[in-house]
């Protein structure tokens, strides 16, 4: 085999292993995935930040494959169905699922 054969096939496996890499599971996102998640969460987060009833410093946004998850801490049900509704509104969000809590002393959840 030939010098330019040799480098030529070298550089063609690294390209396969590099997109290879790229590609999605089900636990991990493609690279064009990620970037489409997070410009979901960047939306989710600015869509709950301009709704006034709701105190965006507390909810927590992370997105996966579209699925977005809200954790965090909320005053009320009401926010968090709010929060929920909200985020469901984003043009790309496929689920919405709710780990809010609601803190108090009459929550039992809340410590």
Same mark, same amino acid.
């Given at each position: ?6 480098? /030529? @096939? ?5 390209? !396969?292993? +590099? ?5 999605? $599971?089900?636990?991990? *996102? ?15 987060? /600015? @869509? ?5 009833? !709701?105190? +965006? ?5 992370? $997105?996966?494959?579209? *699925? ?44």
């Amino acid at each position: 085999m030939s010098l330019i054969n040799k480098i /030529t @096939a070298l550089a063609f496996t690294g390209i !396969l292993i +590099s997109l290879s890499a790229c590609a999605a $599971t089900d636990t991990k *996102e493609s690279t064009g995935q990620y970037v489409d998640n997070s410009v979901l969460t960047a939306k989710v987060k /600015t @869509a709950i930040f301009n709704e006034p009833t !709701l105190k +965006s410093s507390e909810i927590t946004v992370q $997105t996966f494959k579209g *699925e977005v998850q809200l954790s965090g801490f909320v005053s009320s049900i009401d926010q968090t169905n709010k929060a929920v509704e909200v985020a469901r509104g984003i043009p790309g969000v496929t689920s919405v699922k709710n780990d809010m809590r609601v803190k108090g002393s009459n929550n039992p959840f809340y410590k």
